[in-house]
C-alpha cells in the first residue's frame, strides 16, 4: 500500500520561508507526477504545484497564486518531491497535501487525477 508522507510544516513570520518535503513508500514502482494541493480553512482544495516525469523529461506546474514564489522540485526513482517556498504571506496559511501517482496524465492542477495522498502538514503564516 502506496504512503505519503509529509514534513517540514510549521509557523513563520510573513516574508519568511519554509521547505515541505514527501517521501512514497510502499511501492515497487516509480511516480510520474508528484504534487502539492492546500486547503485553507473554508476553502476548497487548491493546486500549488506539481512536477512531472516523462520520457526523459521533467514537467513543471504552479497554481497562479504562488507562481514566482514557490519551486517544486523532486526525484521519481526516489518518490519524494519537496516545495521551497519563500515570501510566504498569511494568504498561504493552509494544510499542504503531498499527491502522487503512477500514471500518465495533462491535467497536473485537477486533484482527482492523483491516486495517492499525504496526510497533510500545517503551515501557518503569522502577519
Known amino acids: 500500500q502506496v504512503q505519503l508522507k509529509e514534513s517540514g510544516g510549521g509557523l513563520v513570520q510573513a516574508g519568511g520561508s519554509l521547505r515541505l518535503s514527501c517521501a512514497a513508500s510502499?511501492?515497487?514502482?516509480?511516480?510520474?507526477?508528484m504534487g502539492w494541493f492546500r486547503q485553507a480553512p473554508g476553502k476548497e482544495r487548491e493546486f500549488v504545484a506539481a512536477?512531472?516525469?516523462?520520457?526523459?523529461?521533467?514537467?513543471?506546474d504552479y497554481g497562479r497564486a504562488v507562481l514566482g514564489r514557490f519551486n517544486v522540485s523532486g526525484d521519481s526513482a526516489k518518490k519524494t518531491v519537496s516545495l521551497q517556498m519563500v515570501s510566504l504571506s498569511p494568504e498561504d496559511t493552509a494544510v499542504y497535501y503531498c499527491?502522487?501517482?503512477?500514471?500518465?496524465?495533462?491535467?497536473?492542477?485537477?486533484?482527482?487525477?492523483?491516486?495517492?495522498w499525504g496526510q497533510g502538514t500545517q503551515v501557518t503564516v503569522s502577519s
Open positions: 499527491a502522487a501517482d503512477r500514471n500518465y496524465f495533462r491535467d497536473l492542477t485537477n486533484g482527482r487525477n492523483y491516486d495517492y
Open positions: 510502499g511501492s515497487t514502482f516509480a511516480m510520474t507526477t
Open positions: 512536477i512531472k516525469w516523462s520520457s526523459g523529461n521533467t514537467y513543471f
